[in-house]
């Protein structure tokens, strides 16, 4: 089962790296297809590359929020790894660097997908199963609990 996030949930990770209570949202659509195309997937994509790579691309080239567009895309993106059993094996520089290059047109989408599969973890644990609040998101109890373990440095 593959477990994926919401609107609602990418408007809270851009909400919590802008460390206010209103999100300026550029274009609410752009949320929308994101997670439209996401849940369009099949089961083939078993590592959820294919999905981290829409999220990312998506986010970097569309700017759907008015501020904090490449660590809205880096942070859903490692999330969205995290909770499906996996995490992208880089470090802060690398996915930097790799998010500018995405944002500068350098790159394709199936490229970043590609990218993504050479650098992914498999872990034995899925973050889905962490404790959480019955009143919580999957992004809240992923913040919470693993908030320094977002990716993996090698």
Known sequence: MKYMLSVNELIGLNKFLCGSAEVEIRDYNILENIIQSCSKLDDSDKYYTSMAAIILYSILREHPFVY?????????????????????????????????RI??????????????????????????EAEKHPDESHVESLLGHLTHKLWAVP
């Not at 394709?108 to 973890?121: A, G, L, N, S």
């Open 68 to 100: 904090n567009n490449r660590e809205t895309a880096i942070l859903a993106t490692c999330a969205t790894m995290l909770m499906n059993g996996c995490s992208i094996h880089a470090n802060d520089s690398e996915l930097l660097a790799f998010a500018r």
């Open 103 to 128: 944002e500068l047109g350098e790159l394709t989408r199936e490229e970043v997908r590609k990218w993504i599969f050479d650098h992914y973890m498999v872990h034995a644990f899925t973050v889905i």
